[in-house]
């Protein structure tokens, strides 16, 4: 019996590069394979970096290798439909960086495609695995901080104007920091809590840079419980002074979390868990109690990542992060777009 999953990568320049073939070699049950990029020279030097035994310059022919069983997808959103179509065709599963496609039809043909020639295919939601966002996760479905009622979340990068940088560009990335950013927060935000969004409004505008995307982004979310939250994601905040937030506030206790999303594990979450019933307070001193550090052990999330995915894959289990769940994510994003250029406040229905 097969005890790990043979890994080709497609787009392994990049986060590929910096992060997941990193945490995909330290991974107990896969192996990386193949690399491919457009550039042949690059591709070799990749697959030397990495210890790969073969380097691809076509994606055809890396699909077309019988020692792959899976590929990681990591090229610009624009090439995402025709890749994991060609994938699909050869069988082999897909672990699919976010956002899945440029659109959510586009998404929802892809999934079903997968579906028809019985591939897996799961979403690059990496910060699922960071350690506070289990913790975060363990407090709320413990009811530690009882009903949630309200949450924000901020995350942000400085991204000034390059030229043929495609997340600059509407055609290539499908949008600015909400699609590139927001996708986790937003996943976040129903991972943790268990809630699925019912309502959202937002303001998406390009304020301080010329290209195509927006690069300020601010939506408003209603869970199915009636919890509001906010999600705000920007390309034109100075990365000195960013603070990656993810908050929740119950009606006994919150849990704040400092920089604990992001491509490292790691942050800070403080919580405050209160008992019994609360009375209102005349006063209003707002008496700020200090709360608890909440620890852990950190790690690598892309490495529990990869093997969440190639556990699935190896023993038949339902994947932890099926692609499905970005599909959803991608609807809420483009219900949020519609209502900055429309004023509206849209329901999210299902797929």
């Known amino acids: 019996m097969k005890d790990k999953i043979r890994f080709g990568v497609i787009g ?16 107990r049950n896969a192996e990386l394979t193949a690399v491919m990029e457009l550039n042949p020279d690059i591709a070799e030097q990749l697959r030397v970096k990495h210890e790969a035994k073969r380097a691809y310059s076509d994606a055809a022919a890396l699909l077309a290798d019988p020692e792959v069983d899976a590929v990681y997808i990591a090229s610009p959103v624009v090439t995402h439909a025709g890749l994991t179509r060609q994938a699909a065709e050869a069988g082999k599963h897909i672990l699919l960086e976010k956002p899945i496609a440029m659109t959510c039809s586009e998404g929802k043909e892809l999934l079903d495609f997968c579906a ?33 009622v309200s949450g924000y979340s901020q995350f942000t990068l ?9 997340r600059q560009i509407r055609a290539k990335s499908g949008g600015g920091p909400l699609m590139d950013m927001g996708v986790h927060c937003i996943d976040l935000i129903e991972y943790v809590t268990g809630m699925r969004i019912r309502r959202v ?52 206790g919150r849990l704040l979390g400092e ?7 790691g942050g800070t979450l403080n919580a405050i868990f209160l008992e019994g019933n609360r009375e209102y307070d005349p006063q209003q001193d707002h008496a700020d109690l200090q709360g608890e550090m909440l620890g852990g052990k950190f790690g690598n999330m892309y490495t529990r990542e990869i093997e969440s995915f190639a556990a699935s894959l190896l023993d ?30 849209f329901e999210v229905d299902d797929l």
């Open 12 to 27: 392994a320049g990049g986060i590929a590069d910096r992060r997941t073939i990193p945490g995909m070699k330290l991974a």
């Open 116 to 148: 028809s020639r019985g591939v897996q295919a799961a979403a690059g939601f990496m910060m699922r695995f960071g350690t506070q966002i289990m913790n975060m996760k363990r407090a709320i479905a413990e009811g530690r901080i009882g009903k949630v």
């Open 158 to 166: 400085w991204l000034p104007e390059q030229e043929g940088n495609w």
């Open 201 to 252: 409004g937002g303001f998406n505008k390009t304020i301080s840079f010329r290209y195509d995307v927006e690069d300020t982004s601010t939506i408003m979310l209603e869970l199915e419980n009636g919890a509001q939250c906010v999600v705000q994601t920007n390309f034109n905040i100075p990365d000195e002074v960013a603070k990656w937030r993810l908050e929740f506030f119950g009606m006994q």
């Open 259 to 265: 920089n604990i999303i992001g491509q490292n594990d």
């Open 316 to 345: 038949g289990t339902p994947l932890e992060v099926p692609a499905s769940d970005a599909l959803h994510v991608q609807h809420v994003i483009e219900l949020a777009y519609r209502s900055s250029q429309e004023n509206r406040i």
